[in-house]
């Protein structure tokens, strides 16, 4: 990527920020945006931490509440934080197992950022006695970040 192209100024990229904010009743991926990194050459982690995620039961519609954490290593793009926000909440009134929720929080990142490494976890808050921590990770194929994917799955321990 040129200089040039690295320069791109964010509020060309972005449609979110500044304007009035409306909430999605209904899943909504479309919703996310982003923007160029700055530093693509350099391999840095960003994490998100979004406390208040809320989903639906898909059987008995009750709600789900969550942490959802994002961790993820960019390439070219990066997620806008408001667009997230929005995104996240757009889940309120869908209806997916734990399990779903982060697998597809995981590929819809995948689509908009392509990046190098992303991993999500659920940490979802007990029903019936029992919490359920679902995890999904990506790492780009035929790279290191393969490597570390299957490195960080299979030795994952949530209760270090």
Known sequence: MTNEQL??????????LGGSTQYKQEYAPEILEAFTNKHPDNDY???FNCPEFTSLCPITEQPDFATIRIDY?????????KSLK???????????????????IMKDLIRLMDPKYIE???????????SIYPYCNFGRPGTKYEKLAEKRLF?????K
Request: net charge negative; hydrophobic share 40%; proline share 5%.
């Open 73 to 81: 290593i960019p390439d070219i793009k990066m997620v806008e934080s």
């Open 45 to 47: 982690w960003v994490q």
């Open 7 to 16: 320069n791109i100024e964010p509020e060309k990229e972005l449609t979110l």
């Open 86 to 104: 929005l995104y996240l909440f757009s889940f309120r009134n869908h209806g997916a197992f734990h399990e779903d929720c982060v697998n597809i």
């Open 120 to 130: 999500v976890t659920g940490i979802f808050t007990p029903r019936g006695g029992i």
């Open 155 to 159: 030795k994952r321990n949530l209760n």
